[in-house]
């Protein structure tokens, strides 16, 4: 290749194949088609079950006359016990993706929102890219969580009747370099009383949401997942149903 560009150029067994991948992906992408699909769905008592998707209509309504006529018949169900760890504190960018992914904004009005937010002293330095607190930060978590009483009085309570679950997902030294992770203030008491605009009542319940979220016990649920047959059709559901909350009671939905 550096011959036959007439420049040294690196190109590798790493290198290429990584670059083809990236390639392909890209066309893939140009080139997506949407197709449409259709799903049989069992309406059954405290359970709806769906067949694999069916691309042509006539197959799906062939396949619905025949489940009417039917009985469906259960031949797998599976029971597990899973826990859901908490999410770590806010950076910047993490910061700006969930503003993205729930409100649309753009990564500019989160960090300008955020900034404005630091500027009337209720989040601290937003330009971050570290979700951690140093060890001297641990003992004022608590003091911090009475002041956001506010925005979930009776969970805030709990968190502090059970304990603050603080660990190396919270603490790390190591990992916080000029500023730590995003956190409301010691001043967030007072955001009743300031006048904030919509947009950033909605970056700040964000962080003070995460910010509980992140002291929380662990989300502990069980998973069911069950198989029907249906004149040799499969049919597949699964559901979840919590054993307790922890972090999730401050993301409910």
């Not at 910061?95 to 753009?106: D, K, M």
């Not at 790390?172 to 370099?177: E, F, G, R």
């Not at 409301?184 to 003070?208: G, H, N, R, S």
Request: net charge positive.
């Amino acid at each position: 290749f550096s011959c036959l560009y007439g420049k040294t150029l690196n190109v590798g067994r790493v290198q290429t194949p990584t670059l083809k991948m990236l390639v392909d992906r890209d066309a893939a992408i140009m080139n997506f088609k949407k197709e449409k699909y259709y799903h049989v769905r069992l309406m059954l008592p405290g359970a709806e079950a769906a067949s694999a998707k069916i691309c042509a209509a006539d197959e799906a309504g062939k396949l619905k006359a025949a489940c009417e006529a039917s009985a469906a018949v259960c031949t797998s169900l599976t029971r597990e016990n899973k826990t859901a760890i908490p999410p770590k504190l806010f950076d910047l960018t993490s910061l700006q993706r969930e503003a993205n992914r729930i409100y649309g904004y753009t990564a500019k009005q989160t960090f300008d929102l955020a900034q404005t937010l630091y500027e009337k002293k209720l989040l601290t330095y937003p330009r971050t890219d570290s979700n951690y607190i140093t060890d001297d930060m641990a003992p004022k978590l608590e003091g911090l969580v009475k002041k956001v009483r506010f925005f979930d009085e009776a969970s805030a309570d709990e968190l502090i009747l059970t304990g603050l679950n603080i660990d190396t997902r919270v603490v790390n030294n190591a990992k916080v370099s000029d500023h730590h992770a995003i956190l409301p203030t010691e001043y967030i008491d007072k955001a009743e009383k300031i006048e904030l605009t919509k947009e950033e009542k909605a970056i700040l319940d964000m962080v003070i949401r995460r910010f509980l979220a992140v002291l929380s016990q662990e989300y502990q649920y069980n998973e069911t997942a069950v198989i029907f047959d249906v004149n040799g059709e499969t049919f597949r559901c699964k559901y979840k149903v919590p054993v307790k909350l922890g972090w999730k009671r401050f993301y409910p939905g």
